[in-house]
């Protein structure tokens, strides 16, 4: 890697951001907050992928009829969403990029451990993100993301393959990603940075890379078999070819159903750090917010089954899982508790990492109570597979998971860029990502237990007025995606400077300046305090932002 | 900091201990990290593996009939050779290993190069195992299926059952071709790792202080000897 | 079929109103903690909001009371859900020794049904109100899930395996019947009706001799009654949004499909052969009266998935 130091007439600091300005310092870069930044232009460039795919669905949904597009085109439309959205922006979005930029600078650490695979775990994200383009240039997929069987190794006349092997190279990069967190909390932390002094994000992004160790290669392994069967047509879930198709929904949602949590484990670390600083309060019961994050983890791994209970499994077989299910909303009801306590008593500023923050706990709440109605096993007979089942996980997924990784865009972006955005534009998109969303996903609900099945382009006509509310609703949700894309884009022109601490946050990774520089730290900080300490904060001086 | 200093770190620091990467703060520390990543690697392999064999398992336990008499149709006499193979490839990457703790690059590069070529000779008998396959038509699919009557004389085509039993053996060699299969890209990885190694070896670069990419080859190797363990009987001995 | 505005599905199976019972309960579960949360997060943003920049408030200690309470109050809760959506659970997968089998397959995308007394009908399914019924099902190709909301059941249906699905009707009326799980290209529209009826019309349906029976119906017994089905939409071509389509036929030529082809199909099959298809069909001629081939016609035109399917087609 060649460096070139930088500096300009007007004495500019030299960052991570401007120490080299070639293509190749970028593409063949070790620095994980260059490899963040990677990974944000290409999760946004996936969003938009799977964000179009979204509109031309709810488009079509505007009318009972299919009028707009062909069956086939619709299946390979909500194929697609899903693919994009959950492999290539959902997953990799707190994780690869807040992640990657922030696990270093909060443990007190130069980097990762392992920057060269960070860079391998990038590439493979990349090429793993072609191979499923290709499927979508080649003419589509029309499994759904579910790939189950045997329509997608049999029956389905698309291009399952490409599609396959994209999300097997991916899952690698998930992996890759994962060993880097965990290695570097257990080993790479400052002097005095105990465990139960670590910001919480960490420990919810150690939960999470669990999950991206443990869960990732059963995924793996099983899309290997879907690729088997569909070229060599030998039976592994076919019946009639002598397989199982339930067995791949048990492999499959193995890994799925704790990838939810892969979502949503990191918005919550997100979150713990966005309302400790902007209530000015040290979080409330540290201890079980962070043990919650890892029960989520442990737990998630024992509940794929609740996504069988009509598939036929044994009755046993689905009262275990449901009484498991219900279990797991038992910590992250634990932890929507302490947020909410932590604000008692604060001093609450509703800057706009607040406001999506508190967006998160509205939504993420309404997703995990509607998870109640799942986890009842007699309810989710009837509501599996409607559009009561798409509405709760987009209130996890979209509601809890984009929410917060937006939040913490907003909380970090001076962080990573030195510059601020518009507050009030900020504040202004925050509130119509919170209106739109609720427009659109609310009425599935109602959708869903009204019994509309999910996946279908043509529909009953009494399902009418609920769709076109529904497709209203979207159409908020859609401007109040792109509003942070043009303003924050704006801020790195012409936003005002940051400084290293605009919202006088405690944590190391505020310590040094914005944004920082390759190196991180100018010495490796000592940690003499416990996280969240922002009753001992200095309030003037140097943290105040520099205009 | 300003903007005449040198930037990059990694000519800072790159060569103040050898082998000590710049963002690790000593050695110790570089060789926990290495440990605990090769460990949270292995646990992804394991994983890996196990869904492959959680699929295998349901399906033995199912149709233990046919993988029986699938499995009677393998060379037992090649994998218990395989098996011995590996098992001496691997004692000498542990003497590869115990060798690099004490520094000695001699004895580190005659144990590479035995570990690698009894490797070789693993992946060359698998070859040789894999043609006798085919030539017995042991591979699932049109080939298999055009010939089957050699290997089971006893059954009747004609029966509506023994298309199942048949569509059974040929779900066992596809796993069992997907387990070796996958084992063997395992091997050709590690052998390619510790050519690297051999080369880096020769020229001095591990010393008894710095040799964590040689314990991780070794952890490595290890684990794939063990992964072969499992598969031996898995495959080869299948009993109803 | 009521096709009006509503927030609830029409109750009209003995499970639909328990199931619902435990909705409104969950709803209120819901509605208490989501306004609890909302209202303390409204409240405490209001009460405490940031006046002085340079305020440094106390920090609160971690109650250890509260977090357990908030740890049991919630399990209790999820304890009294799971059993009482057990409860329910266990109720709806036992099937009553008396019930009527009726036999259901799926395939790429219809669903074929058979009476027990030899009966069968296609993306449609006739019963008598108070009767206990068990779907004897499985598919033919992939997974499908055979469900109708008014009864709130659902039951996935495998190739390869059967599965049951128990229920007893409660009310006279047409219900939905969707598949619900994705099965390809036409998975919307494989969709029908489930018809409960009074059980004496119920028999009248089934002898065949119901009054001012619409000629639709009429034509879908005669289909089923000489097995047409058993060839058309697999070795014969599939009736479903046939009506008004241009047909390719094996000469090259292209026909619409309107009355007079049915007809003649009917009574002279070897006539126009569709692409792609041989002529096995025997002709009807003799068999069928002028009456009951319009019946047939009126079924076939009733077989459109939706209008725009067809104009797409």
């Known amino acids: ?547 | 900091m300003t903007p005449s200093q040198p930037i990059d770190p990694h000519a800072l620091d790159r060569h103040h201990v050898q082998g000590l990467a710049h963002h690790f703060d000593d050695m110790d520390q570089q060789h926990e990290a290495a440990t605990l990543g090769m460990w949270a690697f292995l646990a992804t392999e394991v994983l890996f593996f196990g869904g492959a064999l959680a699929g295998y398992a349901v399906y033995r336990s199912r149709y233990g009939d046919a993988f029986a008499a699938a499995s009677h149709h393998l060379y037992l006499w090649i994998g218990v050779i395989n098996t011995a193979v590996l098992l001496t490839s691997s004692f000498m990457m542990a003497l590869a290993v115990n060798a690099a703790k004490h520094g000695n690059r001699k004895k580190v590069v005659t144990f590479l190069i035995l570990t690698i070529l009894l490797g070789l000779a693993f992946l060359c008998i698998k070859g040789i195992e894999y043609y006798l396959d085919y030539r017995e038509h042991l591979v699932p699919g049109s080939i298999f299926e055009a010939n089957w009557h050699e290997m089971f004389p006893h059954i009747d085509g004609a029966h509506p059952g023994s298309m199942m039993f048949l569509r059974q053996v040929q779900l066992f060699l596809m796993f069992y071709y997907i387990l070796t299969g996958i084992h063997a890209v395992h091997m050709i990885v590690g052998i390619s790792v510790m050519i690297v190694l051999t080369v880096k070896a020769a020229r001095g670069r591990y010393t008894a202080e710095y040799n964590s990419p040689i314990d991780m080859a070794g952890l490595y190797w290890h684990f794939v000897d063990v992964v072969w363990i499992f598969l031996l009987p898995l495959l080869y001995m299948v009993q109803h | 079929m009521d096709t009006s505005f509503r927030l609830l599905p029409e109750t009209a199976s003995t499970m639909a109103s328990q199931v619902d019972g435990l909705y409104f309960f969950l709803n209120a579960v819901a509605a208490f903690f989501a306004l609890l949360i909302f209202v303390l997060i409204v409240y405490f943003s209001l009460r405490y909001r940031r006046r002085d920049e340079s305020v440094r408030p106390a920090p609160v200690p971690t109650n250890l009371k509260l977090e357990l309470l908030w740890t049991i109050i919630p399990f209790l809760i999820t304890m009294v859900l799971f059993s009482w959506s057990a409860r329910l659970f266990i109720q709806m997968s036992h099937s009553p020794a008396d019930a009527m089998r009726i036999n259901v397959v799926g395939k790429q995308w219809m669903w074929k049904i058979q009476h027990p007394d030899g009966q069968r009908e296609i993306n449609a399914l006739h019963v008598p109100v108070g009767k206990p019924i068990e779907l004897m099902m499985t598919s033919q190709d992939v997974i499908h899930s055979f469900y109708v909301p008014a009864f709130r059941i659902k039951q996935d249906v495998l190739p390869g395996s059967y599965s049951r699905l128990a229920f007893t009707p409660t009310k006279v009326g047409e219900y939905h019947l969707f598949c619900a799980e994705f099965c390809g290209d036409q998975h919307s529209g494989m969709i029908g009706k489930v018809v409960v009826m009074e059980p004496a019309k119920y028999d009248a349906w089934l002898a065949g001799t119901i009054p001012d029976e619409p000629p639709a119906l009429a034509g879908e017994r005669l289909f089923a009654q000489y097995g047409c089905m058993a060839c058309h939409g697999q070795r014969g071509p599939t009736m479903a949004g046939l009506f008004g389509r241009k047909v390719e036929l094996n000469d090259g030529t292209t026909v619409t499909a309107d009355e007079q082809y049915l007809h003649e199909s009917i009574f002279d099959p070897a006539a126009k052969i569709v692409r792609g298809f041989t002529p096995l069909m025997p002709s009807f001629r003799g068999q069928l009266t002028e009456e009951q081939v319009m019946q047939l016609i009126a079924y076939i035109k009733s077989l459109q998935y939706s209008q725009s399917t067809q104009e797409q087609q």
């Open chain 1, 1 to 547: 890697m060649t460096t070139v130091p930088y500096s300009s007439s007007l004495g500019r600091e030299t960052t991570y951001l401007n120490h080299s300005h070639k293509i190749r310092s970028w593409l063949l870069t070790l620095d994980h907050k260059r490899i963040a930044i990677l990974y944000m232009i290409s999760i946004t460039f996936f969003f938009m992928i799977g964000g179009a795919a979204a509109v031309l669905m709810r488009l079509e949904l505007m009318t009972p009829q299919g009028d707009l597009v062909k069956a086939e085109t619709y299946n390979k439309l909500f194929t697609m969403h899903g693919v994009m959205m959950v492999f290539f922006f959902l997953i990799p979005s707190i994780p690869a990029v807040l992640g990657n930029f922030l696990i270093p600078l909060m443990v007190g650490a130069k980097d990762l451990a392992f920057p060269r695979l960070n860079l391998a775990s990038w590439y493979l994200f990349m090429i793993g993100g072609l191979f499923a383009l290709a499927s979508l240039v080649a003419g589509g997929v029309d499994t759904g993301w579910t790939f189950y069987t045997p329509y997608s190794s049999t029956y389905s006349n698309s291009y399952v393959v490409l599609a396959v092997v994209g999300i097997f190279i991916n899952g690698f990069s998930s992996i890759l990603t994962g060993l880097n967190f965990i290695v570097t909390i257990h080993t790479m932390r400052a002097p005095g940075l105990t465990w139960f002094r670590l910001p919480l994000f960490c420990w919810s992004l150690y939960a999470t890379s669990l999950i991206f160790i443990l869960g990732t290669p059963v995924l793996a392994i099983t899309l290997v078999l879907v690729g088997v069967e569909r070229i060599f047509h030998i039976g592994v879930f076919d019946p009639s070819l002598g397989g199982d198709p339930i067995l791949f929904q048990h492999l499959f949602w193995f890994y799925s159903h704790p990838a939810v949590y892969i979502m949503v484990l990191p918005s919550m670390g997100v979150v713990s750090e966005v309302i400790t600083c902007f209530s000015r309060k040290r979080i409330f019961g540290y201890a079980f917010v962070a043990f919650s994050s890892v029960a989520i983890a442990v737990l998630g791994f024992l509940v794929w089954g609740h996504h069988l209970f009509v598939s036929g499994q044994s009755i046993y077989g689905g009262l275990i899982f449901s009484i498991l299910s219900f279990m797991v909303a038992i910590p992250s009801g634990v932890k929507v508790f302490n947020w909410t306590a932590t604000l008692y008593k604060g001093s609450i500023a509703l800057q706009t990492p607040m406001l999506y923050c508190l967006g998160f706990i509205g939504l993420f709440t309404i997703g995990g109570l509607t998870g109640l109605y799942v986890a009842s096993i007699a309810v989710d007979v009837h509501v599996t597979d409607t559009y009561f089942i798409i509405a709760h996980f987009h209130y996890i997924m979209v509601g809890g998971a984009v929410m917060a990784y937006m939040a913490g865009l907003h909380f970090w972006w001076p962080k990573m860029t030195g510059k601020m955005y518009s507050e009030w534009m900020g504040r202004f998109s925050a509130l119509l990502i919170f209106v739109g969303f609720n427009l659109t996903f609310f009425p599935q609900f109602i959708l869903g237990y009204l019994g509309m099945p999910r996946r279908y382009y043509a529909y009953a006509p009494e399902f009418q007025a609920l769709n076109v509310l529904s497709s209203a609703g979207a159409s908020v949700l859609g401007v109040g995606y792109l509003l942070p894309l043009l303003y924050l884009l704006w801020s790195l022109r012409w936003g005002k400077n940051a400084g290293p601490n605009p919202f006088r946050a405690t944590g190391l990774e505020w310590k040094t300046s914005s944004p920082p520089p390759t190196e991180n730290f100018e010495k490796t900080p000592i940690v003499n305090e416990e996280a969240y300490a922002y009753h001992r904060m200095e309030m003037t001086g140097d943290t105040v932002a520099t205009h």
